[in-house]
């Protein structure tokens, strides 16, 4: 640990040259508050002349701070709401970033929950990625690379966010608008935490999906960045080698860049074995689906046939995963369909295994987010439809429609119809 803490700036961190765009930003900072002044004397003056220059110079250089502000944001290797960087901005401008805002509100979560180990493993299969970004500067060696592990979810979803920040103590959470819809990130980028305290957890609680081949990879490179091999051209391409091999591969910027890299060889994940049932309740926080379906009563025009599904869908190449969940569940069909050849689902269909194997299996071990709600009102509905076991048998008319419309307006707000996450 000491290693780390001596370390001034972290390993993997090159701290910003202050002569550089800082201080042109600093230049520019007063000048635009010289420049506002004399707006400001100006009007009281009634020169509307020299009023109107004065505004319109100070709108230009505040559109060029900010800029450069962004500029130097977008290449910086850290974030405001890493380590101590946040505390400082705060002490020297009295502004607390809203990354540090976004933080205090964790005490206003309520009670905080001690997360299953497991639990965050499940969910990390399902959600998170383990990440190299390889960026240019000009200074020393031409690349850097930053290593990060990060969640994104829908910023309704925010709270369990705050929970796995809180349970490995490290990383920041962010918010972010992208194409209309509202997300939160939790990111690690430190490399003393991701050492200290990501690695070994998924050490400890390995990832069952074939995103822990990411994982191996993405230990391989930062044992790489740790001795110091990345700063010279063949450690790096070895680095870019590994990247090749994560996630999507290499953008398409990167194979020009490097055409020559031969893909480093992925290993395969196999034989896996789920050791406790919470790695599968995280697993279906992020990937499962409770859907109510009402199907068209062939026999009887104009009327619907509720039915219930469970199910969990992955690329084809965890399907042998899918199987093990299959298994472990007791119930259930894997399907593929036509239309998404490259992906596979698990999926159940039968009430009697609904009620009696997936609803006691999740009333056992509870949900933790907004999939919680989905499966409270999957059950609503599967007591409905246990009052009416034999749906296709005579029955009141009136009864039936009742029904049908009690369930109409439970399915309106189950996932993608589901607003708000309740207070």
Not at 127 to 143: A, C, G, M, T, Y
Not at 282 to 309: H, I, M, W
Not at 389 to 405: K, Q, V
Request: with cysteine; hydrophobic share 40%; proline share 5%.
């Amino acid at each position: 640990m000491g290693f780390f803490v001596k370390l001034r700036p972290p390993l993997g961190i090159h701290s910003l040259n202050p002569w550089e765009i800082p201080l042109l930003n600093s230049v520019i900072l007063l000048s635009s508050g010289a420049s506002i002044t004399w707006a400001h004397h100006s009007l009281v003056a009634k020169d509307r002349k020299s009023a109107l220059f004065s505004l319109y110079l100070t709108i230009f250089l505040a559109a060029i701070f900010t800029l450069l502000q962004g500029y130097e944001y977008f290449h910086s290797e850290f974030t405001i709401a890493d380590g101590v960087y946040g505390s400082t901005f705060y002490m020297a401008t009295g502004s607390l970033p809203a990354a540090a805002q976004l933080d205090h509100s964790s005490s206003k979560e309520g009670p905080i929950k001690t997360l299953n180990p497991y639990w965050i493993t499940g969910f990390a299969d399902a959600e998170s990625s383990f990440v190299l970004k390889i960026s240019q500067r000009d200074r020393n060696f031409p690349w850097y690379v930053i290593p990060t592990f990060s969640i994104e979810l829908h910023e309704r979803d925010i709270s369990l966010l705050f929970l796995i920040k809180n349970y490995f103590g490290v990383g920041s959470i962010l918010k972010r608008v992208r194409d209309g819809r509202s997300s939160a990130i939790y990111s690690v980028q430190s490399l003393n935490d991701l050492v200290t305290k990501i690695i070994p957890h998924f050490n400890n609680f390995p990832m069952l999906t074939q995103k822990q081949a990411d994982f191996l990879l993405f230990c391989k490179a930062i044992d790489l960045i740790l001795t110091k091999k990345h700063l010279n051209l063949d450690g790096f391409n070895l680095i870019i080698s590994i990247r090749s091999s994560m996630n999507k591969g290499l953008t398409s910027k990167l194979k020009l860049e490097f055409p020559n890299i031969i893909p480093l060889q992925r290993p395969l994940i196999s034989q896996q074995i789920i050791k406790d049932p919470y790695w599968l309740v995280g697993f279906v926080d992020g990937e499962g689906c409770f859907y109510v379906k009402l199907n068209n009563n062939l026999a009887k025009r104009g009327s619907k046939t509720p039915q219930l599904s469970f199910s969990i869908s992955q690329h084809l190449r965890d399907y042998p995963l899918l199987e093990i969940i299959k298994n472990y569940l007791d119930c259930g069909l894997l399907e593929k369909v036509s239309t998404r050849p490259s992906s596979a689902t698990y999926v159940t269909y039968k009430f009697e295994d609904i009620e009696k194997k997936i609803i006691k299996f999740f009333k056992n071990y509870p949900l933790l987010g907004l999939k919680l709600l989905d499966f409270k009102d999957f059950v609503k509905v599967a007591e409905l439809l246990k009052k009416e076991l034999n749906f296709d048998r005579p029955i009141a008319e009136g009864s039936r429609a009742d029904t049908i419309n009690k369930i109409k307006i439970i399915k309106s707000v189950m996932n993608k119809g589901r607003k708000l996450f309740p207070q």
